[in-house]
């Protein structure tokens, strides 16, 4: 009987891989060797390793295929393209929700403390950290690490107009040298 290689619709159907079972039996032996090492069991710091050290391998292996799937083979057309661009994006906007629904319900208990915990916020026993030392550092590196990162992937962008226009006038090669110094101090 003839094999039939063409295939007749855009979508990619997976092949049968190991990778999801292995990366579980990983991840579970990550999480009972990270147990077993608090509580001071003798081989549990081996087994942490073992796990994580296997999760990472299934990691590596796993990307490779999908590397290869998407390169070698063609597999992954414009529709299947479009499904992990849409399934990236449902990914961050359940974050978002989750982030949201979480500060939603740290302000909720805030501005209506409950009964339970004396109606008072923060709850008694529970000393609040001064917002204005650490957080206020780390939310500051936040911003300027991503603003940082914005400001040479702009720069470099147009580093590279620059450099395709004067290709394109074809400056004499030492003037070029020049103009490449320049703009790299």
């Given at each position: ?20 079972m292995l990366g579980a039996f990983s991840a579970m032996g990550a999480t009972s ?153």
């Amino acid at each position: 009987m003839k094999k039939i290689t063409r295939q007749i619709h855009p979508f990619h159907l997976v092949d049968p891989s190991p990778w999801p079972m292995l990366g579980a039996f990983s991840a579970m032996g990550a999480t009972s060797g990270g147990v077993m090492y608090m509580h001071a069991y003798k081989s549990g710091g081996y087994l942490l390793g073992l796990g994580l050290l296997g999760i990472v391998l299934v990691m590596a292996v796993w990307w490779r295929d999908i590397i290869r799937e998407a390169t070698f083979e063609g597999q992954h057309t414009h529709a299947v393209q479009k499904g992990l661009r849409w399934g990236m994006l449902l990914f961050i906007v359940s974050e978002i929700m989750f982030f949201f629904a979480f500060f939603w319900a740290f302000f909720w208990s805030s501005c209506a403390p409950a009964i339970e915990i004396g109606a008072i916020w923060p709850p008694k026993g529970i000393v609040p950290f001064n917002c204005w030392e650490i957080p206020l550092l780390n939310t500051l590196i936040l911003l300027t690490s991503g603003a940082t990162v914005t400001l040479c992937h702009n720069a470099m962008l147009l580093f590279l107009q620059v450099f395709n226009y004067l290709s394109i006038v074809m400056l004499p090669l030492p003037f070029l040298m020049v103009f490449m110094v320049l703009v790299s101090i």
